[in-house]
């Protein structure tokens, strides 16, 4: 088991969401994933050792929900709006032990938006967000030692979300000002680079043989954001959706992995990935807009080890995509107008993750950590 584990790890690392996500659509999950994803192979390093990767998410979405329901009109009459989302991961991640890991994860977010409605419903236009965005540190742990696992392992983390992405970008939009001018406002919450909160990440993941030279994965996370609003202004209509809120986010995927014996270091997937955003927060009020839902997804995946070099390419594909009715959705309803909120979501997600795991006997600039 122990020869391929770190094809699979390293097939781990490439995330949802997002979390991200962002993920897949307006639902706004901001671009990073759990703790144990941003480690990769470093949960199988010596203690002493490092890994450093890289990771890569592409989306456009553009298809309208609310609820389960799509609104293929929008895409008909030209109305969508349309993101388009590339996101980048820098981690780095130390073996403590043979068992415990820490890690540091840097994002960076380059997103464009195209709207009618948000520019006076006249013409069609742009805007842009790019930077870094919400960082993330934390450690991990794996529950059963190297003479107790040889038939799997599941390992559990705790992180912190630091706010360093910036929640309050600013773009240009055209036909809102006095006499059709136009105005400087703050980009729509699903491009925006962070959310202005400190998060608490737990999370776990985990790998088990299976007959046949099968390997199941698993890996999810949870992220409390105990703050309400961040103060934004979102330039909606309703008061109640003036200002924008600070949501929780959750991301679960699991699936089987295979070696391919005929090619040394090829390895095929398929599982299947939720991730989403609550109505409501586990920690503090829920107040602001969000778009709350979820998205379930299939996702296929293909992995190439070469010395301690891996690469990864998964592509989950949306099955169901659910843009639940909000807290403002739900107190903004009267018995004759019953108010759900939509949101545009995308086909599908492209991650592409590079992993170099660095032995601690390498020669260099590592030396001193022996």
């Keep these: ?80 709006v349309i993101n388009w989302s590339h996101g980048v991961d820098l981690n780095v991640s130390y073996a403590i032990s043979n068992r415990a890991y820490a890690v540091v994860s840097l994002p960076f977010a380059y997103n464009e938006r195209s709207s009618l409605y948000e520019h006076g ?51 240009t939009f055209y036909n809102v000002g006095p006499n059709g001018t136009s105005e400087v406002r703050p980009v729509d919450q699903s491009i925006q680079l962070g959310d202005g909160g400190w998060g608490l990440i737990v999370d776990a993941q985990g790998i088990w043989n299976l007959p046949s030279n099968f390997f199941l994965y698993y890996d999810g996370f949870y992220m409390f954001n105990p703050r309400n609003t961040n103060g934004t202004r979102t330039n909606r209509g309703r008061a109640s959706e003036g200002i924008m809120s600070v949501p929780d986010q959750f991301a679960f995927r699991a699936g089987v992995f295979k070696p391919i014996p005929v090619i040394h270091g090829l390895g095929i997937s398929l599982g299947g990935r939720v991730e989403g955003v609550p109505v409501r927060d586990i920690i503090g009020d829920s107040d602001g807009f969000r778009r709350p839902g979820y998205i379930a997804s299939v996702e296929p995946g293909l992995s190439y080890m070469l010395g301690n070099f891996t690469t990864t390419l998964t592509v989950p594909v949306a099955l169901i995509r659910n843009r639940t009715r909000s807290l403002t959705d739900i107190a903004d309803s009267t018995p004759d107008n019953r108010r759900h909120g939509d949101a545009a979501f995308a086909d599908y997600l492209i991650n592409v993750n590079l992993a170099w795991r660095i032995p601690k006997k390498v020669k260099g600039v590592f030396n001193s950590i022996d």
């Design 1 to 80: 088991m122990k020869r391929f584990i770190p094809i699979i790890l390293g097939m781990l690392l490439p995330f949802v969401a997002q979390i991200n996500v962002n993920a897949q659509g307006c639902v706004a999950i901001r671009q990073f994933s759990g703790i144990g994803n941003a480690v990769g192979q470093g949960n199988i390093l010596e203690k002493g050792e490092w890994n450093i990767s890289s990771n890569y998410r592409y989306f456009k979405s553009f298809r309208h929900f609310s609820g389960t329901e799509e609104h293929p009109n929008r895409v008909a009459n030209n109305t969508e």
């Design 121 to 171: 419903r006249n013409s069609r236009h742009m805007t842009y967000s790019k930077g870094i965005a919400d960082m993330r540190v934390g450690a991990g742990y794996w529950l059963l030692s190297s003479e107790k696992a040889r038939k799997g392992n599941t390992a559990v983390g705790l992180g912190v979300k630091l706010p360093t992405g910036d929640y309050n970008a600013q773009g």
